[in-house]
Structure formats: structure tokens, C-alpha cells
């Protein structure tokens, strides 16, 4: 079981990238995903999150406009599109699974928010330059 961001790198301010979080060893339409930052001597938060059909997203405040949560459960793929990205938008980047059952009960902005998730992914390293 296992979940793997990718798509990290360097941009300079203004600029975009893309990120993918790549399921294997379980089917990824079951679970909601969220994404999630940590960054350098900072505690890790809640970035989005998207229900299993994706039909449902969430963003918080300080990403909402610039980021778009998708995801494709035919590749098993979800991604974060991250455009107009910002110095503060530096670190690392995670992706996480939780039950869709327990996601809709939770609802999306507590399962981000309050990091309700139970299958982590390594992470990316997203750097943004002034």
C-alpha cells in the first residue's frame, strides 16, 4: 500500500508546477485524498482535499484561486495544480488517504484541516525563489 507525490522542483515566483500523488496497492476511488505542506521548522498543514468521485474539493484560505485538486481513478492518479505560486508556498508537499466513508461524515475541510487521514506518501520538495 502506497502513496507517492511527485512533481517538485524549483519555480520562481509567478510561476506553476504540478504535482501527482500515484496510488498502488489498494484502489484509490475508495479513499479521498488530501494534500499537505510541510515546511522547514513549520508543524505540517492542510493544503486541499478531493472525495473519492471528484466531485468534491476543498482548499484552504491561502491556496484557494491559485491551487486545483484533480484526480483521474482510472491512473489511480490525483494531482495538485499549483499555479501564481508564492515564496510561502515552499515545502514539502504530501499526499494522504482516508476512507470515503469517513471523509463524508467528516466532511473534507475537517479531514484537511485537522489532518484525519490514516495512509501517508512520501514527499515533494516544491521551493519557490523570489
Same mark, same amino acid.
Given at each position: ?7 517538485g522542483g ?5 510561476g ?35 472525495? +473519492? ?33 508564492? +515564496? ?9 488517504? =482516508? ?26 520538495? =516544491?521551493?519557490?525563489?523570489?
Amino acid at each position: 500500500v502506497q502513496l507517492q507525490a511527485s512533481g517538485g522542483g524549483l519555480v520562481q515566483a509567478g510561476g506553476s508546477l504540478r504535482l501527482s500523488c500515484t496510488i498502488s496497492g489498494f484502489k484509490g476511488d475508495n479513499y479521498a485524498i488530501g494534500w499537505f505542506r510541510q515546511a522547514p521548522g513549520k508543524e505540517r498543514e492542510g493544503v486541499s482535499g478531493i472525495n +473519492p468521485s471528484g466531485d468534491s474539493t476543498y482548499y484552504v484560505d491561502s491556496v484557494k484561486g491559485r491551487f486545483t485538486i484533480s484526480r483521474d481513478n482510472a491512473k489511480n492518479t490525483i494531482y495538485l495544480q499549483m499555479d501564481n505560486l508564492k +515564496p510561502q508556498d515552499t515545502a514539502t508537499y504530501f499526499c494522504a488517504a =482516508v476512507l470515503g466513508i469517513w471523509a463524508q461524515t467528516l466532511g473534507l475541510e475537517r479531514v484537511v484541516k485537522t489532518k484525519a487521514v490514516d495512509k501517508w506518501g512520501q514527499g515533494t520538495l =516544491v521551493t519557490v525563489s523570489s
